[in-house]
T-cell receptor, first 115, second 112 residues
Framework: GDSVTQTEGPVTVSESESLIINCTYS????????LFWYVRYPGEGLQLLLK?????QKGSSRGFEATYNKETTSFHLQKASVQESDSAVYYC????????????FGKGTHLHVLP | DAGVTQTPRHEVAEKGQTIILKCEPV?????LFWYRQTKIQGLELLSY????????DGGAFKDRFKAEMLNSSFSTLKIQPTEPKDSAVYLC??????????FGSGTRLTVL
């Protein structure tokens, strides 16, 4: 079945450093999947960070970027300069038509940004 | 607009009890999901409704976990009987037509 694998945490970086959280997926669909990053900040609920539904396209939000690469089946999350407020748990997810459009999540990556 | 509402926020149960968690999705959303969140396993899908039809009944969870969608604005997740390993945060989410999930704040379940 479809699956998502992402960087195991926790990941610790210092403020102003660059960040990459890896996400690779496995999906059988030709037309899909659609790819998402969700984030859970401390004390808040899980929420959408960004999404991309077209291969080759890039999504961005809050300084984060992710490019949908169908050749490498990847959707890595990157940021050039992290801030302490980026400390959170990040989840990569996919939706595909071959599994009734259910949402498959990776296990999450806990990011700690040191001041 | 009201978001996804989950009640209760916290639940403490004795082993063997039956508990029912409640969820009100965002008005107008047709899809609803129940997940269990743990540090080790991340987000595990328990149930998935598409336009009130049950699409996923949770596989390994189906023997003690039962979700129902009584109408488009209310869903329940029953765990019967509870076991200590069920201690986790249970999340409900509804999805809009752009495939974005909106999550509730979750119910933290502790089974003694």
């Amino acid at each position: 079945g479809d699956s998502v694998t992402q960087t195991e945490g926790p990941v610790t970086v210092s403020e102003s450093e660059s960040l990459i959280i890896n996400c690779t997926y496995s999906a059988t669909s030709i037309a899909y999947p659609n790819l998402f990053w969700y984030v859970r900040y401390p004390g808040e609920g899980l929420q959408l960070l960004l999404k991309v539904i077209t291969a080759g396209q890039k999504g961005s939000s809050r300084g984060f970027e992710a490019t949908y690469n169908k050749e490498t089946t990847s959707f890595h999350l990157q940021k050039a300069s992290v801030q302490e407020s980026d400390s959170a748990v990040y989840y990569c997810a996919l939706v595909s038509d071959t599994n009734a459009y259910k949402v498959i999540f990776g296990k999450g990556t806990h990011l700690h940004v040191l001041p | 607009d009201a978001g996804v509402t989950q009640t209760p926020r916290h639940e403490v149960a004795e082993k063997g009890q039956t508990i029912i968690l409640k969820c009100e999705p965002v008005s107008g959303h047709n899809d609803l999901f129940w997940y269990r969140q743990t540090k080790i396993q991340g987000l595990e899908l328990l149930s998935y409704f598409r336009s009130k039809s049950l699409m996923e009944d949770g596989g390994a969870f189906k023997d003690r976990f039962k979700a129902e969608m009584l109408n488009s604005s209310f869903s329940t997740l029953k765990i019967q009987p509870t076991e200590p390993k069920d201690s986790a945060v249970y999340l409900c989410a509804s999805r809009d037509s752009a495939e974005t999930l909106y999550f509730g704040s979750g119910t933290r379940l502790t089974v003694l």
